[in-house]
């Protein structure tokens, strides 16, 4: 029996019969799943465009509070990440296990970087008394509006990126240890899921960090 036929029989999962149709019901069932996420995303962004509408002023004040530094950084940091994955994604479908290997791990990477980065923000914020409440820093009642978004929006995003990370991680210790053949629809499917969180954010930069620095 050739390697090939090898490797396939051993990412084959119950209660598919071949790998092609497993692959298909995993894309799908993550398709399913995305779609779900992009409504809970899509509903509180819409629910926070429409008081931004309302409120133009506060929300602006509010806006030039964040750190753009930081969110411009991890923008970039992200992206690059999303890139990395999709590279591991095509190593692993064409059979190249140490660039598959090297591109999961510095996806990881990236992404451990990400919510580093988060984690200074977030002290910042912290300091500047910027947590919605009765020591919040602002007058404005609507900028409080503004930072209860941003935290749980952003407070999301990292919860779903520490999952990705995770996930990403059981990938490189399984195709390291020859545990998970690279055919498996898992890689696939992960860079599916990564590639979602990296979207996310690519809504939320702008949302959160450019109103009001507009010259």
Not at 18 to 29: C, E, I, M, T, V
Not at 43 to 72: D, H, K, Q
């Amino acid at each position: 029996m050739s390697a090939a036929p090898q490797e396939m029989r051993r990412a084959l999962r119950e209660p598919w019969h071949s790998l092609h149709r497993q692959r298909q019901g995993a894309s799908f069932g993550m398709w399913v799943f995305l779609a779900s996420e992009a409504m809970f995303f899509g509903g509180a962004l819409m629910v926070f465009t429409m008081y931004r509408v309302l409120y133009p002023g506060p929300f602006a004040a509010a806006a030039t509070e964040t750190n753009i530094w930081y969110g411009s950084v991890n923008t970039a940091v992200l992206l690059t990440s999303s890139l990395t994955m999709a590279v591991a994604a095509q190593a692993a479908e064409t059979g190249l296990r140490r660039l598959t290997l090297w591109c999961l791990s510095i996806t990881a990477t990236l992404g451990m970087a990400f919510l580093v980065v988060k984690g200074f923000e977030y002290h910042e914020d912290i300091t500047k008394h910027l947590i919605p409440g009765v020591h919040f820093r602002l007058h404005e009642a609507p900028a409080q509006i503004f930072f209860a978004f941003y935290w749980v929006l952003t407070g999301v995003h990292a919860l779903h990126l520490t999952i990705g990370i995770t996930i990403v991680g059981i990938l490189v210790f399984q195709a390291w240890r020859n545990a998970r053949p690279l055919v498996s629809p898992a890689f696939e499917v992960a860079a599916l899921y990564w590639h979602l969180v990296d979207i996310v954010w690519v809504f939320l930069y702008p949302l959160i960090y450019l109103p009001g620095r507009s010259a």
